[in-house]
């Protein structure tokens, strides 16, 4: 395995739900680290990593998000079974007889959400989904004393197991997590590659938290920096899935990274845009427009930080995301990275003021 695809079987392997990023966050730190001038969190635990390229130049902000959707524990009923809130958007039908691990104080304990054989319920039951609040995890304990015992408590976090993949076509990787464990790759691979570049500004790297809960690590983060421009870096719809029309996502994997013109938290910036696919055109990287009037990204929240921060959202198109399984396509993650590097070498101080104030 070379050492990028090293570095995305840790960040996915790692378990990092919304509230609970740290062992996420680690594996960041581990690999950004040697490329940054400084590295450090805000209050709620989102990293920050810094490269000054020009001391006093723009600061330009590249957020994927730590969090990936998972579980938490609320309660341990008489019989040893865990009743759990979501933590973040999951469907029903794709999580019963999903293996989990429940992150305890004293380690991780593997659990499955328990479901009932075909065998005892009726055709009326088959034809429906069953519903979140009915389901439970079972961790293999006989009582609550026993769950206990194992060290479960209410507030434990629970996340999807799905150990890194690569499939029989090498550049596709099936991973838990690339939501949006592939942001934090793109901001880590994009400042290694700047290394012995020059780039006119100040670069952040970043992983927020809670971006699954309403994009609330982006808000802290971009707080403390201030940024005066900004990336969210996540994964975005692949539709090229048997079932999924044109009209309901249009992107294929492999045809390059997504520039999201719009969403549920943002009208991309029009100059921002702009100088992002004159960018592209100019270097000859495959990109995918799309827009995603059901969903949301980082950017959501860093645009409207202070004054207002020119923002735009790339994305990695992925199939199956927030399942256990997801997929996505090494060229993409390859396309973003060099999108990434040559946007921040362009964005000089001009540059930036053409963006903010005369488009
Ligand atoms: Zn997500």
Redesign the pocket.
């Known amino acids: 395995m070379d050492e990028t695809t090293q570095m995305l079987k840790e960040l996915t392997d790692a378990n990092g739900i919304p509230g609970n990023e740290k062992e996420a966050r680690d594996v960041m730190k581990k690999h950004i680290s040697p490329y940054a001038d400084d590295v450090t969190t805000d209050h709620l635990g989102s990293l920050i990593a810094k490269k000054t390229g020009k001391a006093g130049g723009p600061k330009v902000m590249v957020t994927g998000?730590l969090d990936?959707?998972g579980f938490m524990i609320t309660q341990i009923d008489d019989n040893g079974f865990l009743k759990f809130q979501t933590v973040?958007?999951w469907w029903s039908q794709v999580m019963l007889a999903q293996r989990v691990n429940v992150m305890t104080s004293r380690g991780n304990i593997t659990g499955v959400i328990g479901s009932k054989p075909p065998h005892i319920l009726t055709a009326e039951q088959r034809k429906k989904a069953v519903e979140i609040k009915d389901m439970f995890i079972d961790i293999g304990a006989s009582s609550k004393e026993e769950a206990e015992s194992f060290g479960v408590k209410p507030g434990d976090s629970v996340a999807p197991i799905c150990d890194f993949t690569i499939m029989n076509n090498e550049k596709l990787m099936m991973a838990k997590a690339w939501?949006?464990r592939i942001g934090c790759a793109i901001a880590i691979e994009a400042m290694k590659r700047l290394q012995n570049e020059d780039h006119p500004n100040e670069l952040y790297g970043v992983g927020a938290v809670q971006?699954?809960v309403g994009l609330r690590g982006a808000k802290t983060s971009a707080s403390k920096i201030e940024p005066d421009i900004g990336f969210a870096v996540?994964?975005g719809i692949a539709g090229d899935t048997p079932g999924v029309t044109e009209n309901d996502a249009k992107a294929e994997i492999g045809k390059g990274p997504q520039i999201l013109v719009y969403d549920r938290s943002m009208v991309s910036h029009k100059g921002l845009r702009e100088f992002v696919t004159a960018t592209a055109d100019k270097h000859g990287i495959p990109y995918q427009f799309d827009a995603m009037s059901g969903?949301a990204t980082d950017a959501g929240s860093i645009h409207l930080t202070g004054e207002g921060v020119p923002s735009l959202a790339v994305t990695v198109p992925t199939r199956y995301?927030?399942t256990h399984a997801a997929i996505l396509h090494k060229d993409d993650f390859e396309h973003a990275v060099q999108l990434f590097v040559e946007i921040i070498k362009g964005l000089d101080a001009d540059k930036v003021n053409e963006i903010t104030y005369d488009s």
Do not use: Q
Request: glycine share 22%.
């Open positions: 998000h990936e959707i973040g958007g939501d949006n971006e699954e996540d994964v969903g995301i927030h």
